[in-house]
C-alpha cells in the first residue's frame, strides 16, 4: 500500500486564482442578499477575499438559508428571545435529525461566532454580548481558513452599543490585538478571549476576526467570492436547484498517476481502481434542497471548462455507480441520476435516503469517498 499526505484535505481547500466572471447585471448580488432575496450566488458575492486568506490552504464556504427552509417546511420563526418551549419546533425542523429518526433531516449549523448552535435554547447569551439573537438570523454566508473567517449574515441584526470603535466603521467584541487570545477575558462565546471584529453594511452584519478584512468588507473595496468564477459556477448550478444550503469545497480531489493497488490519505484506505474520474474538478458544491416534503442531494463538479466537463460526464457516472462509504453504496444514501453537463460543470442530484440527513454529501467528502476524488 502506497502512503500519501495531503496538506489539503477533503473539509476543504480551494485556490483563488481568481478571474473575472462574466456573469450578467442579473445576476443575484450581495444587496439583493442583504435585502432578503436569498441565493447562493448572493451569498459569495457578499463575501469579501480577506488579506490574510492564502490560495492554497484550507477554505471551505458555506451559505445557509433559515427563513426559506422554515417557511417551506410551514415552521413559524420564533421571537428573538423565545425560550426553548416555543423555538423548539423551529430549532428541531432546522437542526434536525434524520427521518428515520423522527426528524426533518435537515442538519443547518449557526455561523461559527454563534458558538456553533449552542445557544440556540438560551438566546440571551448572544443578545447579552452581541446584542442580537441567534433566533433572528435570517440567511448567513462564511468563509473560513483557519484560523481566519468571515461571516456575513442577514436578518433583524444589530450589533451591541457596546462594542468598541475601533476606527474606519470597524467595531469590537472584547479587547486586543487581532488573532489574540486573552483567558482572562473568557465569555460563553469567546472561549480563548479572543476580539471579534464587527461591521454593518447594506442590511448586513459581519463579523472576523482581522480588523483589515472587516474595513474591507465595510468599505466594500475588497474582491468577493464570486469574482472566482469556478465558485460562480458551482453557486449558479446550486441556485438553479433551488438549495437552500450549500457548501463549496475544492481543489483537495487529486490522488495523481499512482502505480497502486490501494493508497491511504489522510489515514483512509483509497481503492485505486474505484477512482473513475480522470478530468480534474476544481470546485466541488454540494446542495441540499426541500422539494415536496423531500430533501434532495445536489453535487457540482466544476471543470476546467466545457470540453473537459463533457469528457467526464461518463466518468462521473461511474464513479457513483463503484463508489461506497461504511460498506454501503452510496447510492443508497443519495440516489442520484445520471450525469449531466451544465457548461464547464457536471450535475448530480438525487433524494437522500431517509436514514442519512442533509450533511451526508459532506461526510462523503470529508472522508475522501472516491466520488470525490480524481485521478
Known amino acids: ?42 451569498g459569495l458575492d457578499a463575501l469579501i477575499v480577506p488579506p490574510a486568506f492564502v490560495g492554497d490552504e484550507r477554505l471551505r464556504v458555506s451559505v445557509t438559508d433559515f427563513a426559506g427552509a422554515a417557511a417551506t417546511l410551514g415552521v413559524g420563526v420564533p421571537p428573538p428571545a423565545a425560550g426553548f418551549q416555543v423555538s423548539e ?26 458558538g456553533g448552535g449552542g445557544f440556540l435554547d438560551e438566546p440571551e447569551t448572544l443578545i447579552d454580548e452581541f446584542g442580537w439573537s441567534p433566533l433572528a438570523i435570517s440567511a448567513f454566508a462564511e468563509a473560513t481558513q483557519f484560523p481566519d473567517y468571515v461571516v456575513v449574515m442577514t436578518g433583524d441584526l444589530s450589533w451591541s452599543d457596546t462594542a468598541i470603535d475601533v476606527g474606519d466603521g470597524v467595531r469590537s467584541i472584547g479587547e486586543g490585538d487581532d488573532f489574540a487570545r486573552s483567558l482572562k477575558d473568557r465569555t460563553d462565546l469567546r ?39 469556478r465558485y460562480a459556477a458551482a453557486a449558479a448550478a446550486l441556485d438553479d436547484a433551488d438549495a437552500v444550503h450549500a457548501d463549496l469545497l475544492g481543489d483537495s480531489f487529486a490522488i495523481g498517476d499512482i502505480d497502486a493497488e490501494i493508497i491511504e490519505l489522510d489515514g483512509i484506505d483509497i481503492d485505486v481502481d474505484a477512482v473513475t474520474i480522470n478530468e480534474r474538478f476544481d470546485v466541488v458544491g454540494i446542495g441540499v434542497t426541500i422539494a415536496d416534503g423531500h430533501l434532495v442531494q445536489t453535487i457540482v463538479y466544476v471543470f476546467a471548462d466545457d470540453d473537459a ?67
Open 1 to 42: 500500500m502506497l502512503r500519501l499526505h495531503r496538506s489539503l484535505c477533503a473539509f476543504v481547500a480551494v485556490g483563488l486564482a481568481a478571474t473575472a466572471c462574466s456573469d450578467s447585471s442579473s445576476t443575484p448580488s450581495a444587496a439583493d442578499f442583504g435585502a432578503g432575496d436569498f441565493s447562493i450566488r448572493g
Open 89 to 114: 419546533p423551529w430549532i428541531r425542523a432546522l437542526f434536525s435529525r434524520s427521518i428515520a429518526d423522527g426528524g426533518t433531516g435537515l442538519q443547518f449549523v449557526l455561523p461559527r461566532v454563534t
Open 309 to 375: 466537463a463533457q469528457r467526464a460526464v461518463t466518468e462521473v457516472d461511474e464513479a457513483w455507480s463503484r463508489a461506497r462509504f461504511d460498506d454501503r453504496d452510496v447510492r443508497s444514501l443519495i440516489d442520484v441520476g445520471p450525469a449531466e453537463r451544465r457548461g464547464r460543470t457536471v450535475v448530480v442530484s438525487g433524494p437522500l435516503a431517509d436514514v442519512v440527513g442533509s450533511r451526508i454529501g459532506l461526510i462523503l467528502a470529508s472522508n475522501l469517498t472516491t466520488v470525490f476524488l480524481h485521478r
Open 191 to 229: 472561549l480563548l478571549g479572543e476580539p471579534i471584529r464587527v461591521g454593518e453594511r447594506d442590511g448586513m452584519i459581519a463579523a472576523a476576526p482581522s480588523t483589515a478584512a472587516m474595513a474591507a468588507w465595510i468599505a466594500g473595496d475588497a474582491p468577493s467570492l464570486r469574482a472566482d468564477d
